[in-house]
C-alpha cells in the first residue's frame, strides 16, 4: 500500500478537525441557546473572546485538512501537516480547549467565569520566560545564569563515584 502513513495521517486529522468542529458547534450553540434563554450576559465579551479559538480553528482546518486531486478516483496529494504536533499547533489546541472551558464555566457559573481566559496570556508568558533563561548564554550581551555543575567541575569537586573509582585505582580524572 503506498503512502500508508500519508493516508493514516489524513484519516486521523480529518476525524480530529470533524470532532472539533462538532464540538465547537455544539458547545457555541449551547452557550448562545442558554445565554437567549434563560441568562443575560456581554455578547462583546462572548464575541471578543471566542474570536481567537474560532480564527485558530480555521487555521487548523487550512493546515491539516487533507487535500485530494480533483476527479473521481480520490488521490492523496497532501494529507495536512499533523494535529498532533508539538509547538505552536500544540498551544494552538490548547486555545481552543480553554475557550471551550471557559464557555462552559461562563453558562453555568456567570460573568465572573471570563477571568480563567485570563490563564492563556499568563502561559504564554511564562514560556517566555522560560524560553529567556534557557537562551542565556547563547546571546552575545544576554546575562548568564551561573549553574551548579559547571561551577563545580571549574572547581574540582568530586561525586562520590568519581571518587570511589579513584580510590579503587580506576580512571584518574583530571580537572584543568
Known amino acids: 500500500m503506498a503512502n500508508k502513513a500519508a493516508k493514516q495521517l489524513a484519516r486521523a486529522n480529518t476525524a480530529t478537525l470533524n470532532r472539533t468542529h462538532l464540538t465547537t458547534l ?19 465579551k462572548y464575541v471578543i473572546l471566542s474570536l481567537p479559538s474560532l480564527v485558530i480553528e480555521m487555521y487548523l482546518e487550512r493546515l491539516g485538512r487533507p487535500k485530494y486531486a480533483p476527479g473521481g478516483d480520490g488521490m492523496l496529494v497532501s494529507a495536512g501537516e499533523d494535529m498532533e504536533a508539538k509547538g505552536v499547533t500544540e498551544y494552538m489546541w490548547d486555545i481552543v480547549y480553554v475557550t471551550w472551558g471557559v464557555l462552559g464555566l461562563v453558562g453555568v457559573a456567570g460573568e465572573w467565569g471570563w477571568w480563567v481566559w485570563a490563564i492563556v496570556p499568563m502561559y504564554a508568558i511564562y514560556l517566555a520566560v522560560g524560553m529567556y533563561r534557557g537562551m542565556s548564554g547563547m546571546i552575545p550581551g544576554m546575562p548568564t545564569a551561573a549553574t551548579a555543575p559547571s561551577e563545580a567541575l571549574s572547581t574540582g569537586a568530586q561525586s562520590n563515584r568519581q571518587k570511589k573509582a579513584e580510590k579503587r585505582g580506576g580512571q584518574k580524572i583530571r580537572y584543568n
Open 26 to 44: 455544539t458547545l457555541h450553540t449551547l452557550f448562545i441557546l442558554y445565554r437567549l434563554l434563560y441568562r443575560s450576559g456581554s455578547w462583546s
